[in-house]
């Protein structure tokens, strides 16, 4: 079985889909942060260095998001993109 066939199989059952669901935001982030610093060409290295950090703490940060062991702060968040020439943007959404 593929990881997505297994993937679809578990998000059938509605109690997998609802955890799932709520991880959203956590996961739209990571794909916003792998997305700037793959387009800024830099390695988490590379970040760490610019946050005055080292490697592994970039690693954790980034997988912090997707194991939901752990949320990094808005200050971290904001030295994330500063490094990468960004700015943080945090907003509000009404729900529907």
């Known amino acids: ?8 199989k578990a998000l059938k ?16 982030l990571l794909r916003e942060l792998l997305k700037a610093r793959q387009k800024a060409g830099l390695s988490q290295a590379d970040i760490a260095e610019l946050m005055g950090t080292k490697a592994p703490a970039i690693t954790r940060l980034e997988s912090s ?7 990094p702060s808005i200050a971290t968040l904001k030295k994330y993109a500063e ?13 529907n």
Not at 83 to 95: D, F
């Open 13 to 28: 059952r509605k109690k997998v889909k609802l955890e799932y669901d709520a991880l959203e935001p956590e996961f739209s």
């Open 83 to 95: 490094a990468l020439g960004c700015h943080l943007q945090i907003k509000l959404v009404r729900n």
């Open 65 to 71: 998001l997707t194991n939901g062991k752990h949320s």
């Open 1 to 8: 079985m593929t990881h997505s066939e297994l993937r679809e």
